[in-house]
């Protein structure tokens, strides 16, 4: 069973920045994509970041630019770094596997920008 486990979330200033992590305890981590999703209360799960196996990475526009996926596969962890956060960024912060998300989810890791 792959176990999900994201961290680094917390209140921020509008403009400000955070580092998320994700530690995927899989043997095969080096072979899997991943994706971090975002979830703000009363919205549908929506998707803000992919990092393929070989690293290439693909992000929404709502995050493009100021949103960094990265990988340590020596860690099995991925990163997502957040700058220039914006308040409709407040969400519950989620990584899976990709294409295909694996079960149970993690317990996500909360995210709230508000001045």
């Known amino acids: 069973q792959v176990q999900l486990e994201e961290s680094g979330g917390g209140l921020v200033q509008p403009g400000g920045s955070l580092r998320l992590s994700c530690a995927v305890s899989v043997s095969a981590f080096r072979t899997l994509g991943i994706t971090w999703y975002r979830q703000a209360p009363g919205k549908q799960r929506e998707l803000v970041a992919i990092i393929t196996s070989g690293g290439s990475t693909n992000y929404p526009a709502s995050v493009r630019g100021r949103f960094t996926m990265s990988r340590d596969n020596a860690k099995k962890t991925v990163y997502l770094q957040m700058n220039s956060l914006k308040p409709g960024d407040t969400a519950v912060y989620y990584c899976?596997?990709?294409?295909?998300?694996?079960?149970?989810w993690g317990q996500g890791t909360q995210v709230t920008v508000s001045s």
């Open positions: 899976n596997l990709h294409p295909i998300p694996t079960t149970p």
